[in-house]
């Protein structure tokens, strides 16, 4: 119904259109919209030998033509040809098509230029000097309107006793035409349809690598089987492309073969790729697939209803349980340390302080969207902590642990003018130092998804820039508020203590949560480079001891800003060392990345025993099969994600509770990236870990748990089951 309307409204809109007939019988007619042109690859014909002539439209800018398969509205091109007696027409070779969603409505076809190829074959004993060929062809050429066009065209071109080529420039276009065809699949396919009617597509394409493709689509060669969708959620595994669809509105039985073009980008040596091949799947009725975890999760969990609205309280909320989360406490305790030093100063200074520890997590919650927005447009998809992915981030944070430690722990401080300009960064007083300490607050914070933010997150990653942009605002808001209402709050300002000998000793005290996230972090490097990256890590750190060792020699506690040789010297070889760390990052870039998932051995960080390795294929079979399915998303830089397992998924009572149970077990390791993981992850309408599915026996749609699990959740859930069986 929604395609016939569209149909109708675009159809009434251009009804003038209608009486407004081309000049006929031209090579090349100007629409309104669309240049036509008829054009051959010979230029002399002979008889009996077939040629090619193609309908080329250039296409004014915005606005487009129809596939064969229009989708949701819209018209197919068509073309009927007046021929002599004996000459042949095939049916028309279509391109590649592209898809456009017109405010939810959904089109496949052609944007700025087309051209439709078709053969014809002249019989051998054609007679006359020229052969004419007339085509009529018409269109409907849409934007936020729908203008139906049309066109004769016609060609003569003379017989010969040899054909001639077209000339060259009609050559290349002709050319550059058949590269945007479909080639043949090389695969096997077949499809099998889901006890909700929805079909899956399996293109047989074994032994393609995940990480090299991307963007793939699945374009039904006629309308009404399969339906018209925005979004296919497609996976690469060890039976090739497996593509969930959904039913179309056409009242008869699925076909026996399923056609249609699938559209992939490849990276190769030489850069990406498009490919496009045709595809004819056979019904298989042995093969049943289980629900993709998308639609299933959309379905319970309400994903795709979640308004602006709601994603804003929600991240707000999240932001404000972010605090209690185990990643962000050592900078929380240095922000408390330092309100604490303020007790009994100045109102306004307390309110500056506060303001600027905001201000400071604002400005990197604004930063951080911006790179999201960015890599967004570039790489097509980002995830909520995707930066600790990276072995590079992950020295880096280390290093930054490691000093912010030493700084702590009076090793240094910095003196002179850089004093004066801020008094510090993280671990000193003062405007800046808040404000440092609130950016530092949202470095260590993105590994951690609290709850509320999962579900603000998803949302966020999938939203147009500005929505993007509101929603983790929100986040640094809820994250920043509790100081920021500490600060303006002076009977709360009444209950801290004051200050005293105590703060020293306090500031000595959080070096030691510094140097132990430094430590964590060179764990998570292990994870990611192997060995070699402890060696780094461990020598970049002694080289930045050694610069900040000569920057103090001969200057007192302080870090002064003196002059002279000795000076210039120490400071070279300050920052030659601290440089020569730095180098330790294009070692890591070189240097292979066994992602944990893809190794499962036993230097990977997240422990695989008693646990599969996750994969859509795993979960859909024992889905199918009727066995209780728990899958746990994790990764080794997710301090949320360890502590779980350590106190609800890993205890003796829960591994019991498991195996009685009979559950099937799967773990997606995202230590590294891992485009399975990312896409599931996306699909199911999450940006980062942890993630908890959990299947029941026989159910279709997975039950989400929460992101902090307890002992006692977990065997609730699984007692639930041992009851279901009694």
């Known amino acids: 119904m929604s395609r016939i309307l569209a149909l109708l409204l675009g159809l009434l809109v251009a009804f003038p259109a209608f009486g407004q007939s081309p000049a006929s019988g031209d090579t ?15 230029a002399a014909v002979k008889p009996g030998e077939p040629f090619w002539v193609g309908l080329r439209q250039i296409i004014r800018p915005k606005w487009h033509t129809y596939w064969k398969n229009p989708g949701e509205s819209g018209l197919p091109i068509e073309i009927r040809w007046t021929l002599p007696d004996g000459v042949k027409a095939d049916p028309i070779v279509w391109p590649t098509p592209r898809l456009f969603d017109v405010s939810g409505i959904i089109n496949y076809g052609f944007q ?33 309107v729908c203008i139906p066009e049309e066109a004769r065209l016609s060609l003569a071109l003379p017989t010969a006793p040899a054909s001639t080529p077209a000339p060259p420039a009609t050559r290349a276009i002709f050319d550059k035409a058949r590269q945007n065809v479909p080639t043949e699949s090389p695969w096997p396919a077949r499809y099998g349809v889901a006890k909700s009617g929805d079909p899956t597509l399996v ?18 060669a006629e309308w009404g089987p399969i339906a018209s969708m925005a979004k296919q959620s497609a996976s690469i595994g060890a039976d090739g492309i497996r593509i969930p669809l959904k039913r179309g509105d056409a009242k008869a039985a699925l076909p026996e073969r399923l056609a249609g073009t699938l559209v ?90 506060g303001v600027a520890y905001t201000m400071g997590v604002l400005s990197s919650f604004a930063a951080m ?13 980002v995830s909520w902590g995707f930066q600790f992915q990276s072995p590079v981030f992950s020295l880096l944070i280390a290093y930054l642990f490691f000093v912010v430690g030493l700084n702590l722990s009076g090793v240094f401080e910095i003196g002179g003018r850089v004093a004066g300009a801020g008094q510090g960064l993280a671990a000193r007083g003062g405007t800046t130092g808040a404000f440092f300490t609130g950016v530092l607050a949202v470095v260590v914070a993105t590994p951690c998804t609290a709850p509320f933010m999962a579900a603000a997150l ?64 060179i764990w998570v490097l292990t994870q990611q480079t192997g060995a070699d990256g402890v060696l780094y890590a461990l020598g970049g750190m002694v080289l930045i ?52 998932s893809a190794s499962g051995g036993p230097t990977t960080g997240v422990s695989f025993e008693g646990w599969e390795r996750y994969s859509r294929e795993r979960v859909q079979q024992a889905v199918a099969a009727g066995k209780p399915v728990f899958v746990d998303f994790t ?62 026996p026989g159910a279709e749609r997975p039950k989400i748990l929460p992101q902090v699990l307890t002992e006692s959740l977990i065997l609730s859930e699984l007692a639930s089951l041992q009851q279901a069986k009694r």
């Open 28 to 42: 090349v007619v100007q629409t309104d919209n669309v240049r036509a042109e008829l054009l051959a690859d010979v």
């Open 545 to 596: 001891a050694f610069a900040i060792w000569l920057l103090r020699l001969g200057s007192g506690t302080p870090l002064k800003l003196e002059k002279g040789p000795a000076t210039w010297l120490r400071r070279g070889l300050a920052a030659a060392a601290v440089l020569l760390a730095l180098a330790a990052t294009l070692r890591l870039d070189d240097g292979p990345a066994t992602a944990a």
């Open 458 to 521: 998803g949302f966020a990653l999938s939203q147009p820039a500005p929505q993007t942009v509101a929603v983790l605002l929100a986040m640094g808001l809820g994250l920043a508020l509790p100081f920021l209402v500490l600060s303006f709050s002076p009977a709360l300002q009444r209950l801290m203590p004051r200050p005293g000998p105590w703060m020293d000793r306090l500031r000595q005290f959080l070096a030691f949560p510094m140097y132990a996230s430094a430590v964590w972090m």
């Open 264 to 353: 992939l980008t490849e990276k190769t040596g030489g850069g990406e790729v498009q490919q496009a091949f045709d595809v004819s799947a056979k019904l298989d009725p042995a093969f049943v697939p289980a629900p993709s975890l998308g639609a299933s999760f959309a379905a319970a969990e309400g994903i795709d209803r979640l308004s602006l609205t709601q994603a804003l309280l929600f991240a707000l909320l999240g932001g404000l349980i972010l605090n209690l989360m185990p990643c962000v406490f050592p900078v929380l305790a240095m922000k408390a340390a330092a309100f604490a030093r303020l007790a009994g100063h100045a109102r306004s200074e307390m309110r500056r302080d």
């Open 635 to 696: 990764a080794a830089w997710c301090i949320t994600c360890l502590v779980n397992e350590r106190v609800a998924l890993e205890t003796p009572a829960a591994r019991r509770a498991f195996e009685q149970a009979g559950v099937v077990k799967l773990k997606g390791d995202w230590t590294n990236r891992d485009p399975e993981i990312t896409t599931s992850l996306k699909e199911l309408g999450r940006a980062g870990v942890p993630l908890y599915l959990f299947w029941p």
């Open 369 to 381: 969207a911006a790179i999201v927005v960015g890599l967004r447009s570039s790489l097509g998809e």
């Open 203 to 220: 293109v047989e394409a074994r032994g393609l690598k995940p990480d090299t493709i991307r963007d793939v689509y699945f374009f039904p």
């Open 112 to 144: 700025d230029e087309a051209m439709l190829l078709v053969r014809i074959v002249p019989p051998a004993n054609l007679e006359g000097s020229s052969l004419a060929i007339v085509a009529d062809a018409n269109w409907l050429v849409c934007e936020d």
